[in-house]
């Protein structure tokens, strides 16, 4: 399944562009309160006017355009690393992919790969933000949750294999 930007997150985008709208729009409102106890004068009207459309309307508009072109390229750079050899064979042992997100009001729907081993579920992410070129697999259980990261040209990897046993290994020493 494709992910859909503007379908998949009408309540993310709604919710977006009603806080920003409401935040932006009350600091310009307390702006021009301030304004006036210090001038003693009201703007005209079509500047009140200006005002509110870049308040209510156009700033919000660019945020979920800025929003929009992050998704974008997280996605990009997602399917650059999982398009990389071992990386791309994961369905192979076992991995299944899965929406996180999905019901979220802030947050936009990711993409991840799940499997489970040994009391654990092992949850395979590109964070785009913080390091472009890592995948990690988080270790997860109702105790503690282990990070195992892998850059996406790490030598050592040479077969889907490899990943497989050191993610085992790494349940096991957990246990």
Request: overall charge positive.
């Amino acid at each position: 399944m494709k992910i859909h930007f503007f379908r998949d997150h009408k309540k993310v985008l709604f919710n977006t562009f009603k806080n920003i709208s409401l935040i932006v729009s009350l600091l310009a409102i307390l702006l021009i309160i301030v304004n006036y106890f210090i001038t003693n004068e009201v703007p005209d009207k079509i500047l009140l006017l200006k005002i509110f459309v870049i308040t209510f309307f156009l700033f919000p508009l660019l945020a979920i355009f800025i929003g929009f072109i992050k998704w974008k390229y997280e996605i990009h750079n997602q399917n650059k690393i999982l398009n990389h050899y071992p990386f791309n064979e994961l369905q192979k042992i076992g991995f299944k992919k899965v929406y996180k997100n999905r019901n979220s009001k802030r947050e936009f729907i990711k993409e991840v790969f799940v499997k489970e081993i040994e009391n654990y579920v092992i949850e395979c992410d590109v964070d785009s933000q913080y390091e472009p070129n890592v995948i990690s697999f988080k270790f997860i259980n109702e105790k503690n949750s282990v990070i195992l990261r892998f850059h996406k040209t790490n030598h050592e990897l040479k077969s889907i294999e490899d990943l497989n046993s050191k993610l085992e290994k790494q349940a096991e020493s957990l246990n």
